[in-house]
């Protein structure tokens, strides 16, 4: 089977490709959604441009779609870049990463239902909980790049998800209702190692930005390094 993998660099796209890269499958090509609109409806704004060091580490070529990151547009956007990778390589199913999002695999699902190839959701109702637990014992280096809910401050921009901030993700959730997941756009991560990735990234410079309850670091500087 060949497939194209949906790829935000982000904890549950790396793991959606890495639970079904363990199966007998192709992949052609790591598929980025680059909305300049930083309030899409579909798809991750922060930090994108360092997802080519990600598909370095990774090993795969990584196909990039510019979007304006309009409602539906963006979607018009992602099918002209899935008919081209039909056309020119025969992919027959998509990976992506949704958990709990019913707008965002609805319109996947269109989008493959149209050029009759699968959408391969290997996380779709999982519990979030025990989700975000495999990810990290599955040996994912996870770092917290965006933050937009009450109970987060300032300290969480750049933290390592270890079981230590899962437990603290726990009791945030416990308080104010925070999807423990990030799912309902709580905050967002960048993937920097993992058993996927032949070469992890160390990150050199960051920048935090942060107003009210909400914020998010720039990575100014990066690089891949070897793994010991």
């Known amino acids: 089977m060949k ?32 909305p300049r609109n930083p309030y899409s409806w ?17 090993g795969k070529p990584l196909t ?9 547009e963006e979607i018009k ?9 039909i056309t020119d390589y025969n992919i027959n199913a998509v990976i992506s990463g949704a958990i ?6 609805e319109r996947i699902d269109k989008l493959c239902d149209k050029f009759r190839i ?5 996380l779709w109702g999982m519990d979030q909980t025990d989700l975000l637990k495999e990810e990290i014992k599955s040996g994912f280096e996870i770092i917290i790049t965006s933050c937009n809910a009450l109970g987060f401050n300032k300290k969480w921009l750049g933290r390592l998800i270890d079981l230590e901030c899962f437990e603290e993700l726990i009791s945030l959730n416990e308080k104010y209702g925070i ?16 058993p996927l990735f032949k070469r992890k990234i160390r990150i ?25």
């Not at 991750?44 to 060091?53: A, F, G, R, V």
């Not at 990039?64 to 539906?72: D, P, Q």
């Not at 956007?77 to 990778?85: I, P, Q, S, V």
């Not at 935090?208 to 914020?215: F, I, Q, R």
């Open 3 to 34: 497939v194209a993998a949906l790829f935000s660099g982000g904890k549950d796209s790396c793991y959606a490709l890495y639970k079904k890269l363990q199966k007998d499958i192709e992949l052609i090509s790591l598929v980025l959604v680059h």
């Open 42 to 58: 579909m798809f991750h704004e922060t930090n994108l441009n360092w997802s080519k060091l990600q598909a370095e580490a990774i």
């Open 64 to 72: 990039v779609v510019k979007t304006a990151g309009r409602k539906e």
């Open 77 to 85: 956007d992602l099918e002209k870049c899935l008919a081209k990778l």
């Open 100 to 105: 709990a999002s019913r707008y965002q695999k």
């Open 118 to 122: 699968d959408n391969i959701a290997p």
């Open 179 to 194: 999807n423990i997941a990030g799912e309902g756009g709580e905050y967002e991560t960048f993937v920097v190692d993992g």
């Open 204 to 228: 050199l410079e960051i920048e935090k930005v942060w107003s009210d309850y909400s914020g998010k670091i720039i990575i100014k500087d990066a690089k891949l390094e070897n793994k010991d």
